[in-house]
């Protein structure tokens, strides 16, 4: 309904490329709000009230069906839907069913999402969980709004690190690494020399990550290897020549240095060390050149731990170099913080302190890990309260809203009205008009808004949102408005609004990568 608006007020303003419709917090200033006035006050050098009665009063003459009132205050637009024409989203919900919420804002461009990407140096910790879980349901929305998504993780199986998990698989004066899975590994006895100790190590750590994100619900379409697909086929070499060639690089004090200070980072940085050894940014440059010159991606996004904010702009950089500057976008996401007992658990994959998916999805199942990684903004702190994921009440925001799908299909059971069709000539949907009914219509029809908000925001924390909003508005419908009785046509009416409801639910829930269960 909010494209409907923004539709409306681009045709009578086709200058104003900023036009920003939202839900307003308190429903008497309407169920949409718009702040163009105060945009076309600045231009116009006039009151941001006057600009916003003018708008409304336009908005008015062209008589738009579906908007029962248009009406200035406070400098802003606001907009009350029509009660019929909310009724009748219903039927609409009901005929596109798993479709509900698709868009093709997206027109079909070949877009990549790049996370986890954790170095197989040790098996993935709750904190790469959490990139996990932002970065594949970012690629479901996506994919829901008509991109042709690539899911790609990228290992780092080359280069010192790998050198240094040999040391420590051996055990010598050069190990780093610590923890039980380096001796579950079983290597020590079988390789002397470090290099090639370090080689088999990340070859079966490997294997453990990926068993590990198939668990965690992630299915990648590409394992991308630094060492097979960049370093093996020279593509670092490649880049070093390509950035020569461009009169992007200089040679300085025995290195070679990237012009990164042309391209908005505080300084110029290496891409060949004095031993003549590449830095991490020079793969990462022959990486990103393959995604956009190689591999043709139109838009890529990078999702990384917070503890890579260092190499954002210097990756930025490069990419800006390419031309590709505004088709790139990194998502830093915070740290994940286990709470145990009200303690929070200090985690390091060097000395062997850490907490790993695995452990945590065998104490709190795969719902409720993606759900409570999902709940606030990536670039906030995450504390991951256990003894909340584990509990089986309302307090527990998960089975809250599992709850709710389950009970509305429960009362479609007891309805015993088999084969029931919901269409307007057997539907009397004026009959849902109390204020409990028409507050879940909105509701569900805010779904569709913000399936596509986010997929050019990336806003993901809006979904969990989305979801415990909707539980909360039906359990609140179903506390005051009785759905089973003796009337017959109101029983059909609030039937389709509970199915409806349901509908948008399980849509939510499986976007986020969550079972929607039928019975608990």
Same mark, same amino acid.
């Given at each position: 309904?909010?494209?409907?608006?923004?539709?409306?007020?681009?045709?009578?303003?086709?200058?104003?490329?900023?036009?920003?419709?939202?839900?307003?917090?308190?429903?008497?200033?309407?169920?949409?709000? @718009?702040?163009?006035?105060?945009?076309?006050?600045?231009?116009?050098?006039?009151?941001? %009230?006057?600009?916003?009665?003018? +708008? #409304?009063?336009?908005?008015?003459?062209?008589?738009?069906?579906?908007?029962?009132?248009?009406?200035?205050?406070?400098?802003?637009? !606001? &907009?009350?839907?029509?009660?019929?024409?909310?009724?009748?989203?219903?039927?609409?919900?009901?005929?596109?069913?798993?479709?509900?919420?698709?868009?093709?804002?997206?027109?079909?461009?070949?877009?990549?999402?790049?996370?986890?990407?954790? !170095?197989?140096?040790?098996?993935? %910790?709750?904190?790469?969980?959490?990139?996990?879980? *932002?970065?594949?349901?970012?690629?479901?929305?996506?994919?829901?709004?008509?991109?042709?998504?690539?899911?790609?993780?990228?290992?780092?199986?080359?280069?010192?690190?790998?050198? $240094?998990?040999?040391?420590?698989?051996?055990?010598?004066?050069?190990?780093?690494?610590?923890?039980?899975?380096?001796?579950?590994?079983?290597?020590?006895?079988?390789?002397?020399?470090?290099?090639?100790?370090?080689?088999?190590?990340?070859?079966?750590?490997?294997?453990?990550?990926?068993?590990? @994100?198939?668990?965690?619900?992630?299915?990648?379409?590409?394992?991308?290897?630094?060492?097979?697909?960049?370093?093996?086929?020279?593509?670092?070499?490649? *880049?070093? !020549?390509?950035?020569?060639?461009?009169?992007?690089?200089?040679?300085?004090?025995?290195? +070679?240095?990237?012009?990164?200070?042309?391209?908005?980072?505080?300084?110029?940085?290496?891409?060949?060390?004095?031993?003549?050894?590449?830095?991490?940014?020079?793969?990462? @440059?022959?990486?990103?050149?393959?995604? &956009?010159?190689?591999?043709?991606?139109?838009? $890529?996004?990078?999702?990384?731990?917070?503890?890579?904010?260092?190499?954002?702009?210097?990756?930025?950089?490069?990419?800006? #170099?390419?031309?590709?500057?505004?088709?790139?976008?990194?998502?830093?996401?915070? &740290?994940?913080?286990?709470?145990?007992?009200?303690?929070?658990?200090?985690?390091?994959?060097?000395?062997?302190?850490?907490?790993?998916?695995?452990?945590?999805?065998?104490?709190?199942?795969?719902? $409720?890990?993606?759900? &409570?990684?999902?709940?606030?903004?990536?670039?906030?702190?995450?504390?991951?309260?256990?003894? /909340?994921?584990?509990?089986?009440?309302?307090?527990?925001?998960?089975?809250?809203?599992?709850?709710?799908?389950?009970?509305?299909?429960?009362?479609?059971?007891?309805?015993?009205?088999? !084969?029931?069709?919901?269409?307007?000539?057997?539907?009397?949907?004026?009959?849902?008009?109390?204020?409990?009914?028409?507050?879940?219509?909105?509701?569900?029809?805010?779904?569709?808004?913000?399936?596509?908000?986010?997929?050019?925001?990336?806003?993901?924390?809006?979904?969990?949102?989305?979801? *415990?909003? /909707?539980?909360?508005?039906?359990?609140?419908?179903?506390?005051?408005?009785?759905?089973?009785?003796?009337?017959?046509?109101? %029983?059909?009416?609030?039937?389709?609004?509970?199915?409806? @409801?349901?509908?948008?639910?399980?849509?939510?829930?499986?976007?986020?990568?969550?079972?929607?269960?039928?019975?608990?």
């Amino acid at each position: 309904m909010k494209k409907n608006i923004i539709e409306l007020l681009e045709k009578l303003y086709p200058e104003e490329k900023s036009i920003r419709v939202e839900v307003p917090q308190e429903k008497n200033y309407g169920d949409y709000a @718009c702040n163009l006035a105060f945009v076309m006050a600045k231009k116009l050098k006039k009151n941001p %009230t006057e600009v916003a009665k003018d +708008i #409304a009063t336009k908005i008015i003459a062209g008589k738009p069906e579906f908007l029962e009132k248009v009406e200035a205050k406070a400098g802003f637009v !606001n &907009f009350h839907l029509k009660s019929d024409h909310l009724q009748q989203q219903i039927l609409k919900i009901i005929d596109l069913k798993d479709k509900y919420g698709q868009n093709n804002s997206g027109q079909n461009q070949k877009i990549q999402v790049e996370f986890v990407s954790a !170095n197989p140096t040790g098996p993935l %910790t709750i904190g790469n969980a959490r990139g996990g879980v *932002i970065g594949d349901v970012l690629a479901s929305v996506l994919t829901n709004s008509g991109y042709r998504v690539c899911r790609e993780y990228y290992f780092n199986d080359a280069g010192g690190q790998i050198d $240094v998990l040999g040391h420590s698989v051996l055990k010598d004066d050069l190990a780093e690494y610590k923890g039980d899975y380096i001796d579950k590994l079983n290597l020590e006895n079988q390789e002397k020399d470090y290099r090639q100790a370090g080689i088999k190590a990340a070859q079966k750590i490997i294997l453990q990550i990926k068993k590990t @994100c198939t668990d965690l619900g992630i299915n990648f379409d590409v394992w991308f290897a630094e060492g097979k697909d960049l370093r093996e086929k020279d593509k670092v070499i490649f *880049i070093i !020549n390509w950035l020569k060639k461009k009169n992007l690089s200089y040679e300085k004090d025995g290195a +070679i240095w990237f012009k990164s200070k042309q391209f908005g980072d505080d300084k110029d940085r290496v891409l060949i060390k004095k031993d003549q050894n590449p830095t991490y940014f020079a793969v990462d @440059c022959a990486y990103h050149y393959n995604k &956009f010159m190689e591999r043709k991606f139109e838009r $890529v996004i990078d999702v990384w731990g917070a503890d890579h904010h260092g190499d954002m702009k210097r990756v930025e950089g490069f990419v800006k #170099a390419l031309g590709f500057a505004d088709k790139f976008k990194i998502i830093l996401h915070q &740290f994940v913080q286990i709470v145990k007992d009200k303690k929070p658990v200090r985690m390091s994959k060097r000395s062997g302190n850490y907490i790993l998916v695995d452990e945590v999805l065998k104490e709190v199942g795969l719902d $409720v890990l993606r759900f &409570f990684m999902l709940q606030y903004s990536a670039n906030a702190h995450l504390n991951f309260d256990l003894k /909340l994921a584990k509990e089986r009440s309302k307090k527990n925001p998960v089975f809250y809203i599992q709850y709710a799908h389950a009970r509305i299909n429960s009362i479609i059971a007891k309805s015993k009205i088999e !084969n029931l069709e919901f269409k307007s000539t057997n539907l009397n949907l004026k009959l849902l008009k109390n204020k409990e009914e028409i507050n879940l219509i909105k509701k569900l029809i805010q779904y569709p808004d913000i399936v596509l908000q986010t997929s050019q925001d990336f806003q993901v924390q809006r979904l969990p949102i989305c979801a *415990i909003e /909707l539980a909360d508005t039906f359990h609140n419908f179903y506390e005051k408005c009785q759905v089973i009785s003796n009337n017959n046509e109101e %029983t059909k009416a609030r039937l389709a609004l509970v199915t409806a @409801c349901q509908i948008v639910l399980k849509n939510c829930l499986e976007l986020m990568g969550i079972s929607a269960p039928r019975k608990m």
